[in-house]
């Protein structure tokens, strides 16, 4: 549109010697509305016209048309949905960021909207994102998980998790490593695909490895043999289970049940959960089925077992915020 301005402009301009007139011609030829004084129009005149009012209207075709497709295709949508996520994350905070949105990273994801925590999905497959653009309560990325950029746009810097489940392990491990160096603080589960990766995973930065194919093997195993134990452990381990679930707490600094045995802590009377085990704060060591003269600190994590009021009344109790 440009060029056939510029061209209609010139021509008129050294054939009528007015650059107003010149500019005036093109415009009226061009946009059809039929304004120009045709009766000072020479053959050329009339033929650079019609060539003009030709390509124009071809142009606006196009224009139409490619209008028209962004607008039924969804890209328009898909813009503007892309814009309202990066304005959440320059906002979010506290969150966690899972790489990789397959059958792993998916269940990671849905499994943290279901406990209402704030998350970020980042994935490089569209037809991926364009399932996740459907749903209001997951944040999304498109981008690689190895890139430094992709990480500190998920902001990486202010998340508690990271959650990398991507499928092949070197890209697992790399994604490792950069969101180590971004932030220190930050804790790290991996998926690997056998149980001898572990300890560069764990080298790398990663403070969990997990194998699918181990724990499905387990699973299996521990449903064919015992069943009704199994079916009570996924029924504790469902959190929209009302009834009763588990749930590990750790002590906050300053906390009254610091420094206290457990029975003197006086957790079980106020809030009426089974302490089932308690991993100590200094040397990680695990206790399960602590007795009642079992000290607690602050940074211990009590394993709890009870119900969802349960567990409001003991986090008020030693004194989260």
């Known amino acids: 549109m440009i060029s056939l301005l510029a061209i209609g402009i010139i021509y008129f301009y050294f054939s009528h010697g007015s650059f107003i007139d010149a500019f005036w011609n093109t415009i009226t030829i061009i946009s059809t509305l039929g304004l120009a004084d045709l009766s000072t129009f020479t053959?050329?005149?009339?033929?650079?016209?019609?060539?003009?009012?030709?390509?124009?209207?071809?142009?606006?075709?196009?224009?139409?048309?490619?209008?028209?497709?962004?607008?039924?295709?969804?890209?328009?949508?898909?813009?503007?949905?892309?814009?309202?996520?990066?304005?959440?994350?320059?906002?979010?905070?506290?969150?966690?960021?899972?790489?990789?949105?397959?059958?792993?990273?998916?269940?990671?994801?849905?499994?943290?909207?279901?406990?209402?925590?704030?998350?970020?999905v980042i994935e490089k497959d569209r037809e991926c994102i364009d399932e996740i653009c459907?749903?209001?309560?997951i944040i999304f990325l498109e981008g690689d998980t190895t890139q430094d950029d992709i990480l500190k746009e998920a902001g990486i810097e202010k998340a508690i998790?990271?959650?990398?489940?991507?499928?092949?392990?070197?890209?697992?491990?790399?994604?490792?490593?950069?969101?180590?160096?971004?932030?220190?603080?930050?804790?790290?589960?991996?998926?690997?695909?056998?149980?001898?990766?572990?300890?560069?995973?764990?080298?790398?930065?990663?403070?969990?490895?997990?194998?699918?194919?181990?724990?499905?093997?387990?699973?299996?195993?521990?449903?064919?043999?015992?069943?009704?134990?199994?079916?009570?452990?996924?029924?504790f381990m469902d959190k929209t289970i009302e009834a009763g679930t588990f749930i590990e707490v750790i002590i906050p600094e300053g906390s009254s049940v610091s420094s206290k045995t457990l029975e003197g802590s006086g957790i079980r009377k106020v809030s009426q959960v089974n302490v089932i085990g308690i991993r100590k704060a200094k040397d990680h060591d695990?206790?399960?089925?602590?007795?009642?003269?079992?000290?607690?600190?602050?940074?211990?994590?009590?394993?709890c077992l009870g119900d969802q009021q349960s567990f409001r009344k003991l986090k008020e109790y030693i004194g989260y915020k």
């Not at 053959?43 to 060539?51: E, G, M, P």
């Open 43 to 120: 053959n050329s005149d009339k033929i650079l016209s019609s060539l003009l009012v030709i390509s124009s209207v071809i142009l606006f075709s196009f224009f139409i048309a490619n209008v028209s497709e962004i607008i039924l295709s969804g890209h328009l949508q898909k813009y503007f949905g892309e814009k309202k996520m990066k304005e959440k994350l320059k906002k979010l905070k506290d969150h966690y960021i899972v790489c990789g949105f397959g059958r792993i990273g998916k269940a990671i994801a849905w499994s943290l909207v279901n406990e209402k925590l704030p998350i970020v």
């Open 134 to 137: 459907n749903s209001e309560s």
């Open 161 to 235: 998790g990271l959650f990398s489940a991507l499928g092949d392990d070197p890209e697992n491990l790399l994604t490792v490593l950069n969101a180590r160096a971004l932030n220190p603080k930050l804790k790290i589960v991996t998926r690997v695909s056998s149980q001898e990766l572990e300890i560069r995973f764990l080298r790398a930065g990663a403070d969990y490895c997990i194998s699918p194919q181990s724990w499905g093997s387990r699973s299996m195993v521990l449903t064919m043999l015992h069943p009704t134990l199994t079916q009570l452990l996924q029924q």
């Open 286 to 303: 695990m206790t399960v089925n602590p007795q009642a003269d079992f000290i607690v600190e602050s940074g211990d994590t009590l394993i």
